[in-house]
């Protein structure tokens, strides 16, 4: 049986952090190039990567004791109960589920403990694997803003979605929190 957690991210998963970006070129849009060292991935999980309910929560996604994930909120709003939430598997990850349960676990944490109303995030429109992630997580699609981020020359439009406070709970297992 496979053991799931979502906890802060730790120095010590620089490792985990390095193979992989290494192991996923696409993780290339979410993280910078310092993910690919091993020093990097140190100040990456320092500067990048947090845990401070005031501004940004991330976690790390463990599975049988490796880091294989992360899932966060940020522009953490208090006065008007929003904030914005991302996430990223690695290659070998994905698939089985995995990013939709951390999803929905994160976001539920934030609108039950950080009393926040409304959680939005965004993807490419041509990231249709994302798409899935978000709607299992509970996140109803809101529209397409177009043109809206840019790698290297090429511009893609975004679909936005969010999961209120108000909405029913996904319909995911939810993946254990060993917060601080």
Request: overall charge positive.
């Amino acid at each position: 049986m496979t053991s799931l957690s979502l906890r802060p991210w730790r120095q010590s998963d620089s490792d985990a952090l390095v193979a992989a970006y290494c192991g996923s070129p696409d993780l290339e849009r979410q993280l910078t190039p310092d993910a690919g060292t091993t020093a990097g991935a140190r100040r990456v999980i320092r500067e990048d990567l947090g845990w401070d309910p005031r501004t940004a929560c991330n976690v790390a996604i463990e599975e049988d004791g490796t880091v294989v994930g992360n899932v966060g909120i940020s522009s953490i709003n208090a006065r008007h109960g929003t904030a914005w939430t991302y996430y990223w598997l690695a290659a070998p990850a994905r698939g089985r589920g995995l990013a939709a349960r951390a999803v929905a676990s994160l976001g539920g944490w934030a609108l039950e403990d950080l009393l926040l109303h409304r959680l939005e995030l965004g993807h490419r429109t041509n990231n249709r694997a994302s798409c899935r992630v978000a709607r299992a997580a509970g996140f109803a699609p809101e529209g397409i803003q177009r043109a809206k981020l840019r790698y290297g020359t090429e511009r893609f439009d975004v679909e936005t979605h969010a999961r209120l406070a108000t909405d029913p709970v996904p319909d995911v297992q939810l993946i254990k929190l060993a917060l601080p």
